[in-house]
């Protein structure tokens, strides 16, 4: 049974930094991209970041909000995924989600973890 676990999620002044993580089990995590989404109260749910990982390194991808405050990374030896979120401002309040997905099917989404930023 896949699972998909995030944690480090809290309540942080504006400018600080939180470490999110996504423990996956069940999966051959090496084979998935990971992305980290997030919504806010009544927003639509967004993509803030995804890693890919193959045989020639691993790629990035940032929406434009984030760039250059958020960084993500995975430890496939572990199966972990991380989001390092630095210089947080109050917009970044949600809840956030890691996915990981396969091309041609099977993607699986973990429970969220809240992240609020106080001004």
């Known amino acids: 049974q896949v699972q998909l676990v995030e944690s480090g999620g809290g309540l942080v002044q504006a400018g600080g930094s939180l470490r999110l993580a996504c423990a996956a089990s069940?999966?051959?995590?090496?084979?998935?991209?990971m992305s980290w989404f997030r919504q806010a109260p009544g927003k639509e749910r967004e993509l803030v970041a995804s890693?890919?990982?193959?045989?020639?390194?691993?790629?990035?991808y940032y929406t434009d909000s984030v760039k250059g405050r958020f960084t993500i990374s995975r430890d496939n030896a572990k199966n972990v995924g991380y989001l390092q979120m630095d210089s947080l401002k109050p917009e970044d309040t949600a809840v956030y989600y890691c996915?990981?997905?396969?091309?041609?099917?099977?993607?699986?989404w973990g429970q969220g973890t809240q992240v609020t930023v106080s001004s």
């Open positions: 069940g999966l051959t995590f090496s084979s998935y991209t």
């Open positions: 890693i890919a990982w193959n045989w020639s390194g691993s790629r990035t």
């Open positions: 996915k990981a997905a396969l091309g041609g099917g099977g993607e699986y």
